[in-house]
């Protein structure tokens, strides 16, 4: 693994007690982040402060080591099936390369995650193309790119996608089946069961009249079902249920029309842990249940095994990931007592979107003070502002100080906003002691020149 015009920074050997050992847990803190001299940590080799210093606060560290380890985990698990990486949890062009080379699919919802794989030649035909209401672009571009897999997830979808495509070769698709299965970490993140906005329902006979409709159609080619449940699921055993009821509908399908479709798609939404403690279930657990259901359900229905197609995308980025803050005003109000950083709900809407809670470390600066329950909040307009409710800091917590935020690579920046035109922040990938930005932070020019001015 090597890191073009990546920037060399102090080199901090791996020290006798790994930094999970002696904080937060396993896996809340990338697998090789150690304890660096004078109360740092690093990652990818590097000291955070040093990163924090370099290229301004806040500051996404990304560890590519880390990424790259959890696609191959993935891989592993299940090594007959396809794994395809959920892009949503955060793209960029090396993002492409890390997984193309790593022998991932993408999955992508929108013609811009498209053209931004297609700008590095990633292989269309790993790219999996969803979306509860694609636009006449999205489908555009997916054809022209000539995309693996178009997952159809609404009715009307079939005749529109089959009306545009030409030549004589037709488009793979899948249909995405709502199985009516509740799982997923918030309510907000739960797809899966009936009354979602997302597939087409099990219940109510429409995935199965889909079928029907595609099967009619013959610029379109249909290979198998898809089905997605929600995200932060932290247990095999809703993918399991998925697994039986999506066998039986297969086998339903070959006794009304005669196919057998030769895949099954399971969507993504496996759990990682942002506190000590959290349930997270190795990819391994994942594979091993889901294989053992596919096999039983497969034999009890007599359908010969269907190709597994999984769709990670926090699994893989999420832990890799850790935001940097740096404390802007400490203060106390009504019993509590706040640290204010120069971040917020426009780097990480996930507190305020679902409740979220994080770790949070001082780093850079050891004392002897004591720890106190600390809110960090960010510097938004908002009550709502919250990155992290309650956490343990020391008592001596002061403007300056830099704070890190484990567990952030995945659903920060791909949702990052405008909001205050303090700017997104900047992405810099770490490895073997340098790193180099991905992302360039967002200016005030970027927000100017959008503005025309009428
Ligand atoms: C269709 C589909 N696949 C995969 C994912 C990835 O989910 P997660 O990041 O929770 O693995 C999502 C998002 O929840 C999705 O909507
Ligand atoms: N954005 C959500 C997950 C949604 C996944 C996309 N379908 C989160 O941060 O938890």
Redesign the pocket.
């Known amino acids: 693994m090597t890191m073009n015009r990546g920037v060399r920074m102090t080199v901090v050997p791996t020290l006798p007690t790994s930094l999970p050992e002696q904080l937060a847990g396993p896996s809340v803190w990338p697998a090789g982040a150690v304890l660096a001299p004078g109360g740092d940590v690093a990652v990818g080799g590097v000291p955070l402060l040093e990163l924090a210093e370099r290229y301004g606060t806040p500051v996404y560290v990304l560890d590519e080591a880390e990424v790259r380890a959890r696609a191959r985990a993935w891989r592993r698990a299940l090594p007959d099936a396809d794994v395809v990486y959920?892009a949503?949890?955060f793209l960029s062009r090396a993002v492409v390369d890390w997984m193309e080379q790593e022998g991932l699919g993408l999955?992508v919802?929108s013609a811009g995650e498209l053209e931004l794989a297609a700008s590095r030649g990633f292989p269309a035909e790993r790219i999996v193309l969803?979306g509860n209401a694609k636009s006449p672009q999205d489908l555009r571009t997916a054809l022209r790119l000539g995309v693996g897999r178009i997952?159809i997830d609404s009715e009307g979808e079939i005749a529109r996608l089959a009306a545009q495509v030409q030549g004589p070769e037709p488009q793979q698709v899948m249909v995405?089946v709502l199985p009516g299965i509740e799982a997923g970490g918030h309510r907000k993140?739960r797809?899966g069961g009936e009354g979602q906005k997302?597939g087409l329902s099990l219940a109510n006979g429409d995935a199965e009249e889909a079928v029907a409709r595609v099967l009619g159609q013959p610029g379109l080619e249909l290979v198998g079902l898809?089905c997605?449940l929600?995200?932060?699921?932290a247990s095999p055993e809703p993918y399991a249920r998925a697994v039986r009821r999506l066998v039986a509908l297969l086998a339903r399908l070959r006794d009304r029309h005669g196919i057998t479709l030769p895949e099954l798609d399971l969507?993504?939404?496996?759990a990682v842990a942002y506190l000590p403690g959290d349930p997270a279930p190795a990819p391994a657990a994942y594979g091993r249940r889901i294989q053992d259901e596919l096999i039983r359900s497969c034999a009890e229905s007599d359908y010969p095994a269907p190709r597994l197609t999984v769709?990670?995308?926090?699994?893989i980025m999420a832990p890799a990931g850790v935001a940097l803050y740096r404390v802007l005003a400490v203060k106390r109000s009504g019993g509590r007592v706040f640290a204010a950083v120069d971040g917020g709900m426009s780097d990480n809407p996930r507190p305020a979107l679902y409740g979220a809670r994080y770790t949070v470390r001082r780093v850079g600066r050891v004392s002897a003070a004591p720890m106190r329950a600390t809110t960090v909040v960010g510097r938004h307009c908002e009550a709502g502002d919250v990155l992290a409710e309650s956490v343990e800091l020391p008592e001596d917590l002061r403007p300056g100080d830099v704070l890190a935020v484990p567990g952030a690579g995945?659903?920060h920046v791909s949702m990052a906003s405008g909001y205050n035109m303090t700017g997104r922040p900047p992405v810099v990938a770490v490895a073997e002691g340098r790193s180099r930005v991905l992302l360039r932070r967002e200016t005030f020019e970027d927000h100017r020149s959008r503005d025309i001015g009428l």
């Open positions: 959920a949503k949890a999955d919802c969803h997952v995405r993140i797809t997302f898809h997605h929600g995200s932060q699921i969507g993504g939404g496996f769709e990670p995308g926090r699994s995945a659903y």
